[in-house]
């Protein structure tokens, strides 16, 4: 339980302060009014009609104010800072080297068998003599028919966007968009083994199966070399934020945190999330530790002392 209350003098402004009084011989700590420095409040000592305590400077010695941050704090977010760098660097360049190859990827054989349950009933079977129009980019166009197993071959399918039409007598058309680039993992079907399958149907009900993020290379690279440019944008924060914290400067290590804890944000609302599980791991990793970056920062920031007023003179 606290004392009564007692009228102190600040040491470092020399404003009045009232404070309960501590229970034992361990000071206890308030915060003046009127220049926020701690103040550390004991038992009275002096009899009236003094004050039962005064802070004046170089009466009593004042106890060092209690801290839970410092510089093995600074440390671990300078340290922070420096992972988060490294890891948007591995993953904006692992984005450019994607989009490279996709520039000058190569040429895909689509394949696969057309099926379809004929409009008098049965079992669906293969569907002989369906044809099979695929278009892609640089205007590519190839129209083959099917064998009498349903199957077909495409050959020489250059990189980017595709597009199979696919119409048999007596069938809905159907059309499929895909996407074909090295390392892209965001097609579910494989390209060499395509299962398509027809409803009966007139010319006017057709369907289309959409079957990818990126409708063209152009859009796919755009897209690419975006997101690769935020995080090359992200990285070059975190380190200005990595220098300055070194040295001293935590608003900057707050900056420079959450610049790496937003980049898996733009990421995912370019859309390239969906191009590498990897490197989408790597960038949320990243984030995570932007932001523990930005807490350990902020609170070096709030801990942060302020500078000492001149001293006020005794009379």
């Given at each position: ?100 190859q996709a520039l000058y990827g190569p040429e895909y054989t689509i394949a ?93 009900q057709g369907t289309t199966l959409v079957d990818t993020d990126f409708a ?26 990595l220098l300055k914290e070194r040295r001293g400067h935590d608003a900057w ?63």
């Amino acid at each position: 339980m606290f004392g009564p209350s007692v009228t102190l003098r600040c040491a470092h402004c020399g404003g009045y302060l009232s404070s309960p009084t501590p229970p034992g011989a361990v000071p206890a700590w308030t915060s003046c009014p009127t220049c926020g420095r701690p103040v550390p409040v004991l038992r009275p000592r002096d009899p009236p009609p003094l004050f039962t305590w005064e802070a004046f400077p170089q009466i009593y010695p004042s106890p060092t104010p209690p801290r839970w941050v410092g510089p093995r704090v600074q440390a671990w977010a300078v340290a922070l800072l420096a992972a988060v760098v490294v890891l948007l660097a591995i993953v904006a360049g692992g984005f450019l080297l994607q989009g490279g190859q996709a520039l000058y990827g190569p040429e895909y054989t689509i394949a696969g068998h057309v099926t379809g349950a004929p409009a008098t009933g049965g079992p669906p079977g293969p569907i002989a003599g369906a044809s099979v129009n695929v278009t892609g980019e640089g205007g590519f166009q190839d129209i083959v028919e099917t064998g009498l197993d349903g199957a077909f071959t495409v050959p020489g399918v250059p990189t980017g966007g595709i597009t199979l039409n696919i119409t048999a007598t007596g069938y809905a058309p159907l059309r499929v968009d895909l996407f074909a680039s090295p390392g892209y993992t965001g097609t579910v079907h494989d390209l060499g083994d395509l299962r398509l399958v027809l409803s009966p149907g007139e010319p006017g009900q057709g369907t289309t199966l959409v079957d990818t993020d990126f409708a063209t290379l152009e859009v796919f690279l755009a897209i690419l070399f975006s997101g690769s440019s935020l995080l090359g944008l992200a990285a070059v924060i975190a380190l200005v934020g990595l220098l300055k914290e070194r040295r001293g400067h935590d608003a900057w290590g707050v900056v420079g945190g959450m610049a790496g804890g937003l980049a898996p944000v733009a990421l995912l609302e370019l859309g390239v999330t969906s191009l590498s599980p990897v490197l989408t791991a790597l960038s949320a990793v990243a984030g995570a530790l932007g932001f523990g970056a930005v807490v350990l920062a902020a609170a070096l920031l709030a801990a942060q002392e302020r500078p000492e007023p001149p001293e006020a003179p005794v009379t």
